[in-house]
């Protein structure tokens, strides 16, 4: 009987010891075999004990993605500490922030990175040590916080790491903080185990499989190209790309079978060549994190007949929610799907009770993938993180759901369709108005590459529609024809008041997606400035 596994460090190891020479890895050229990772996840857990490390304390790591991200993210976790991952894109003072707000005890950097944050890791007032990657020759001289090279930590004794449950935190994910600080989710073995067994099983991800891991890892559905691959014993690519070809390459390559990315990323790949070797080997491409605009899964689908397209829908506070199995998109391409196995999704309306067919209400979440609350942050723990109406009366413990912020509407067979984030709906003349359906009205134009749309203050109407867009294949934006089509195909309240054309790209979140709220608050700053 195959052993299962219920602490995360344990999806790698177990698969080392089924196939140990297997591929786990490709990292720029390299390939690390299971057995390979599994020693290395070992020898980093005994450098952390060599560090006095203590139980559930916390490992940052800083860094872009390659082999030593992927030791430290599952060697920390099989030493009994908390793995925080950093978005390699963000700047010195927000690492800094992170590095305070958890109390991170290490951090695991590269040279570069850490002559960077030579000024901020002094104000870190808990951390202790920065192990750092190569053989760190110029270490700077950071006061009590100890500077070690990663190959020297790794040739610590051998140690026993502490005992662990399921239950135990495993990982804090921050989000993007889009607006105000960035929040940390707070995960537990259980809920990322449970994670990659129930999207490995939809996915039907086997060992032959190998997934090209675009997304941060630092993003949930980035981290699941690693657990999801080491669930099933299948292979990773870790691809650190500056442009979207670079991806069309790396799959061509390394013949990968499943690729996962955000709607940015793939409306950009659909405006790239695909050479017939980039998706001969694609079993499957899935999108997350955000509607996928109905021309660019048209476009997605004639490049690569091959493939089979799943649409997901998560939110990190619980990993996953819902996919569409690919045999549903012809006849339902703008839903999210139904619930992922073993996980349940409840439509509620603000009082707690279930919506009917067809009535838009709060998208719920419950099961073993719901996150254990916000680090540190009790009142938005709160917010987020409540009982679940209607439990049986005999239970004296409260079940926690997540309440998402989304509103979706479920139809008469079960399944959902996204309407928007509840913070970013858009009241006009009396109605809510969500950007992902006028977003998708200029999409299937096919004369915009990007579009984000957003409300604006506005005397008469309460709210009024902008939309700022980039021109496709970075060309020129045919203006009068883009207004009639929206014209034609938008009821009057939703007709944009204005369309601002710019450069493309726009601007991202630190996860790849683009970010609506700062092209609203960039564009409100700018009329404040002119009016002034």
């Not at 195959?2 to 990292?27: G, K, M, S, T, V």
């Not at 790309?241 to 790949?269: C, E, F, M, N, S």
């Not at 999704?345 to 209400?361: K, S």
């Amino acid at each position: 009987m195959r052993p299962e596994a219920n602490l995360l460090h344990e999806l790698p190891l177990l698969a080392a010891q089924r196939a140990p020479d297997a591929i786990a890895l490709h990292d720029d050229g390299a390939a690390i075999r299971y057995a390979e990772l599994a020693e290395e996840i070992g020898r980093f857990s005994s450098a952390l004990a060599a560090l006095s490390v203590g139980r559930g304390e916390r490992v940052a790591i800083y860094l872009d993605k390659r082999r030593e991200t992927v030791v430290a993210s599952f060697g920390a976790p099989a030493h009994g500490a908390v793995f925080v991952p950093i978005n390699p894109l963000l700047k010195p003072e927000q690492v800094g922030y992170i590095l305070r707000d958890c109390g991170v005890r290490v951090l695991v950097t590269s040279p570069e990175r850490l002559q960077s944050l030579a000024t901020t890791l002094p104000a870190c007032p808990e951390l202790r040590h920065v192990i750092v990657t190569g053989a760190a020759a110029a270490r700077p001289q950071l006061g009590p916080i100890g500077i070690h090279a990663w190959s020297e930590a790794l040739d610590a004794p051998a140690a026993a790491g502490h005992r662990v449950v399921d239950n135990d935190i495993v990982g804090i994910l921050y989000t993007s903080g889009s607006t105000g600080k960035p929040k940390g989710v707070v995960l537990s073995h259980r809920n990322m185990v449970a994670g990659a067994k129930s999207v490995a099983s939809y996915l039907e991800n086997r060992d032959t499989d190998v997934l090209l891991a675009a997304l941060p890892l630092s993003f949930d559905a980035g981290f699941s190209q690693l657990t999801t691959a080491f669930h099933a014993g299948a292979s990773v690519v870790l691809l650190n790309y500056l442009l979207p070809k670079d991806v069309v390459k790396a799959a061509a390559k390394h013949r990968v079978t499943g690729l996962t990315a955000v709607p940015p990323l793939w409306i950009q790949l659909t405006q790239v060549s695909w050479p017939a070797e980039a998706g001969e080997h694609l079993r499957y491409f899935a999108n997350t994190g955000g509607r996928m605009p109905f021309e660019t899964l048209k476009s997605l689908r004639t490049l690569l007949p091959k493939a089979r397209p799943y649409l997901m829908y998560g939110l990190t506070e619980a990993f996953r929610a819902t996919y569409l199995p690919p045999e549903e998109v012809d006849r339902r391409p703008d839903s999210i799907g139904r619930a992922i196995p073993n996980s349940e999704i409840l439509v509620l309306r603000p009082d707690g009770t279930p919506c009917d067919a067809g009535e838009p209400g709060e998208l719920v979440q419950r099961g073993a993938l719901v996150a254990q609350g916000y680090w540190n942050d009790p009142e938005k723990t709160a917010e987020r993180f409540r009982p679940l109406p209607g439990r049986e009366g005999g239970l004296v413990l409260p079940e926690i759901a997540v309440f998402s912020g989304d509103t979706v509407r479920r139809d008469e067979e079960g399944f959902l369709y996204f309407i928007g984030r509840r913070d970013e709906m858009i009241k006009s003349s009396g109605y809510r108005i969500s950007p992902n359906e006028v977003e998708e009205v200029l999409y299937a134009t096919q004369l915009v590459g990007e579009c984000a749309a957003f409300g604006v203050p506005h005397a008469t109407l309460g709210e009024a529609v902008v939309v700022v867009v980039t021109a496709r294949d970075g060309g020129a934006l045919d203006m009068a024809r883009l207004s009639a089509l929206c014209r034609e195909k938008l009821p009057a309240y939703m007709l944009p008041s204005r369309i601002e054309v710019r450069d493309g790209p726009l601007p991202r979140n630190a996860n790849g997606k683009i970010d609506r709220k700062l092209i609203s608050t960039e564009f409100r700053e700018a009329m404040e400035g002119a009016l002034q």
